[in-house]
């Protein structure tokens, strides 16, 4: 059995690789994918249920952001729960803004799978570079 933070790891080294079948192999197909905003602030904002709403997720991510750097500050692992704090950079396609800010992910590991990813993002500093 592998442990919370070997999976997260790994989980991390897929995205960077765009690594999707090794990826998909470390999600359970319950996944709940959750980014923290008031409803309606960003188009990735709320629930994301399963593998295709994982998918959904991070494609709408892709066709709003590029991804310019991240760095993971600080890790807690407890059980079941690792929390990431980073810091990073991304640009916005339609406008060319870059945010720079920090977030928070929070895994839930059971079975050897991600079950739950959750992301709480500064977003006062995301909201600023909202196409209008």
């Given at each position: ?128 570079g909202l196409p209008t």
């Amino acid at each position: 059995m592998s442990s919370t933070k070997q999976i997260v790891d790994n989980y991390y080294a897929c995205l960077k690789q765009r690594d999707r079948e090794n990826l998909l192999g470390l999600l359970s197909p319950d996944i709940v994918v959750t980014y923290h905003a008031q409803a309606g602030q960003f188009p990735w904002a709320g629930k994301f249920y399963g593998i295709a709403g994982f998918d959904q997720f991070f494609s709408i991510i892709k066709d709003h952001l590029d991804i310019l750097e991240v760095t993971i500050i600080d890790s807690i692992v407890a059980d079941n729960k690792m929390v990431n704090q980073c810091q990073g950079r991304w640009q916005y396609k339609a406008t060319g803004h870059i945010v720079e800010g920090g977030m928070v992910n929070v895994f839930t590991v059971e079975g050897d799978k991600i079950t739950g990813y959750d992301v709480y993002a500064d977003t006062a500093a995301f909201a600023a570079g909202l196409p209008t």
